[in-house]
DNA sequence: AAATTAACTTAGCAGGTTTGGA
DNA sequence: TCCAAACCTGCTAAGTTAATTT
């Protein structure tokens, strides 16, 4: 059974090819009004990314300063410095320790094996060469030329060794969050009206309004839940006089408010390209002071260090709390987590922080409440950065350990579908449909508090419908729910008899609304997979089964005689069995059927071009015959590489048809940078002669820079 | 043992930027 | 050189899981 999700193919498009018989009509349209708030001016920098890599003289002064203040705390760094150097590729293993050591063969290092260095306190780990980065980033500014390219050294954190208890690093420093941009009132010639009256608001109620006004054209502000919470939160920043006034919504008039920002984004589209330059030099300035921290002696990216403006919350699907203001964050709702020995990020003039804490065994820079839901946000670091890496790399690697003993597990829950008691047959037929259909593990959520969905363990009965006999197959069973995001879930799918008869069981004498496993939760599910595999989790199926297909898809689907595009088309279409298999959807490009139209138009024309340019070979080799000439030889060979042109550009686009067809409503994105080992993809890459750069974009080789870094072409997932 | 909280991963979309073909 | 399309990045919501509190 392994991998074998070939079923999924129908799950997605309801319209499509091979997908004959379900005929659901899309009846939910979620994906429509979809968050699709921020609207916000938001001119980003070209950002530059990486750490390490080249960086300007405006940040040498920053750099200077660290490199003294870690040679102060850190005397030793330098003589660290090239104590990996000897290590050898094939040796790396992940615990950093050579193959041989590891007798068993299971060991992984971060399944806490006996902590060999108990003093990693004062571990050599990490502490070496931020000396040697910064000396490139040097070089960079007068080097010049190839300023850009230089192949710059980078950092290998993977070839170092880890923490190996809950410390996440022993230094880290940074300036703290970017807060959001202060309200700037609208000049006076912009008028809200209420009942057809003109009406200037307070500040505080005008910002609000604002957010409302530029939602304008968003399908949501016409729905009734958005409107009722939003009123209800404006109406909180009404002054008492406002507050009478302003009784009802529908006589509120935004449209000037909503014409003014409409002109706005009109004006920055419009603005010279000076002004432009300027807007990204100051953002690449904000970026280069902001942007980065120091965490244990090497700078790194920081993912997100913009605090969230305010604006009205939009969640996802057909959320209860869809309107409501989400409130401007100050720094006295902000807590800093940084290392004692560090120069603390400073407050802005007049403000405090709400708390400069320094806990070493988490891995955020900055965090604060959000009053939505009244849950914590992060600031974290970039992808590319050692804490993520590590973490990342660290879950492959389960996903490995689990595919070792996957046979044994499933065994063992095909088993337990036999059991006599009702908690283990659920939890059996439970970890069945997570492990065939990489299903969510589905915690239970606050009704109310969020939209209604579901994952596995969370599964109701108006979830599924039994088909004894469907389309020729037996006991199909059908699945139709809203999963993560309200992205919704469709699929049927033929079970063992086994399944099918349980399932039966736990629907019997049941309300549609009530659970299908009512004896089972997430919590209970987890605990019992610990104890199949260490460390094991609902979700690590999900990666393995992910992986697993990769890595199985491109074995049959590639060969090395096919040419570039044509292996690429193949990748893709490995990636695109995943999306499907975790269910990955995206709403057709808005413009999707006009630029399809516009390739088939193309592929016409350059069929009539191949036409045209076979007639013109034909004729010079007709005249050839004749003449026999050099002259007219060589123009048989002219006309012959156009034809063979001519061919391959048309080959192309026909790929490129395909593939986007194909791809109409499937997201590839996600499952490339969360599900698929990268090192399946390097090493495809390798085997297949394949650049890399045609499957990781820049910043995903920033992520994977570990996997690209070691795996070879015979890697295995 | 249930509920809550904290930390961290996974998710799709908007909209800007770059690319490549006419 | 222009334009559509592809690509990419930021954004932030929504999950999972483990730890902690009640």
Not at 199 to 222: C, I, N, Q, R
Not at 260 to 289: D, G
Not at 474 to 498: A, C, M, Q
């Amino acid at each position: 059974m392994s991998g074998d999700h070939s079923h999924n193919d129908s799950q997605i498009d309801s319209g499509s090819r091979h997908n004959d018989s379900h005929k659901h009509k899309d009846k939910y349209k979620d994906k429509e009004h979809k968050h699709k708030d921020h609207k916000k001016d938001k001119e980003r920098e070209k950002s530059k990314y990486s750490n390490s890599e080249h960086r300007d003289s405006s940040d040498k002064k920053h750099r200077d300063k660290d490199k003294e203040r870690l040679k102060l705390k850190d005397g030793s760094s330098d003589k660290q410095k090239d104590k990996h150097k000897e290590k050898k590729k094939e040796e790396r293993s992940f615990d950093g320790k050579p193959k041989k050591e590891k007798e068993n063969g299971f060991e992984s290092p971060f399944i806490k094996s006996e902590p060999e260095n108990n003093d990693f306190y004062h571990s050599p780990k990490h502490e070496k060469s931020l000396k040697r980065e910064l000396k490139k980033g040097e070089a960079v500014t007068d080097g010049k030329k190839k300023a850009k390219k230089e192949p710059e050294e980078k950092w290998k954190w993977w070839e170092e060794e880890r923490y190996t208890d809950g410390v996440k690093w022993k230094f880290l420093e940074h300036k703290g969050p970017v807060f959001a941009p202060p309200y700037e009132p609208l000049p006076s010639n912009v008028k809200f009206y209420y009942d057809g009256k003109h009406m200037k608001l307070s500040p505080g109620a005008e910002e609000v309004a604002t957010f409302f006004a530029k939602m304008l054209d968003h399908e949501y502000t016409t729905k009734d839940v958005f409107r009722k919470n939003f009123f209800k939160d404006w109406r909180k920043e009404m002054t008492s006089e406002e507050k009478s006034k302003l009784t009802d919504l529908n006589k509120c008039d935004f449209s000037e408010m909503s014409e003014y920002f409409k002109a706005q984004s009109e004006a920055r589209k419009a603005m010279t390209k000076e002004e432009k330059l300027k807007i990204k030099a100051e953002n690449e300035r904000i970026l280069q002071e902001y942007g980065f921290c120091v965490m244990d002696n090497h700078k790194e990216r920081i993912a997100n260090f913009r605090i969230e403006p305010p604006g009205l919350f939009r969640g996802r699907g057909d959320h209860p709390k869809m309107g409501m203001l989400k409130r401007r964050i100050r720094p006295e709702d902000i807590i800093i987590n940084c290392s004692k020995d560090s120069n603390h990020p400073k407050p802005p003039p007049g403000t405090k922080w709400k708390e400069v804490r320094h806990d070493n065994k988490v891995t955020w820079l900055v965090s604060w409440t959000e009053n939505i839901q009244g849950s914590i946000k992060y600031i974290m670091l970039n992808p590319s950065s050692r804490i993520k890496g590590e973490k990342d790399w660290q879950k492959y690697e389960m996903a490995r350990r689990l595919k070792k003993c996957v046979d044994r597990i499933r065994a063992q829950y095909r088993e337990d579908w036999k059991s006599k008691e009702m908690r283990i047959r659920q939890r059996a037929v439970a970890l069945y449909f997570i492990d065939k259909l990489a299903l969510r593990a589905g915690n239970e959520k606050e009704e109310g508090e969020t939209a209604d969905t579901v994952g596995c363990c969370s599964l109701r009965v108006e979830h599924l419908t039994l088909h004894q006999e469907m389309d020729g197959q037996e006991y199909v069973v059908e699945f139709d729910f809203l999963g993560k995001d309200s992205i919704r879930y469709y699929n049927k799918v033929p079970v063992e008899k086994r399944v099918f008869k349980n399932l039966q069981l736990f629907m019997e004498d049941k309300e549609p609304e009530d659970d299908l496993f009512d004896r089972l939760n997430t919590s209970i599910l987890n605990k019992h997979l610990q104890e199949l595999m260490d460390g094991l989790t609902a979700k690590v199926f999900r990666t393995y089964n992910a992986s697993i297909t990769l890595q199985q898809q491109l074995n049959e689907l590639t060969t090395s005689e096919d040419n570039v595009p044509a292996k690429i088309l193949s990748y893709n279409r490995a990636n695109r069995a995943v999306a499907v298999l975790c269910n990955h959807q995206r709403a057709p490009p808005k413009t999707f059927e006009k630029s399809m139209q516009n390739l088939q138009t193309k592929i016409d024309a350059k069929k009539e071009q191949l036409a045209d340019a076979k007639r013109e070979l034909k004729s010079a080799k007709a005249d050839a015959k004749v003449r026999r000439d050099e002259k007219s030889k060589k123009a048989v060979e002219s006309k012959k590489k156009a034809v063979q042109r001519i061919e391959e550009q048309l080959m192309k686009l026909e790929v490129q048809a395909t593939d986007r067809e194909e791809n109409k409503q499937i997201a590839l994105g996600t499952s490339k940078l969360n599900y698929l080992d990268p090192r399946i993809s390097v090493a495809w890459c390798k085997k297949l002669g394949v650049p890399i750069e045609k499957i990781y974009n820049k910043t995903q080789r920033e992520k994977f820079a570990w996997a690209i870094d070691m795996a070879e072409k015979d890697y295995e997932f």
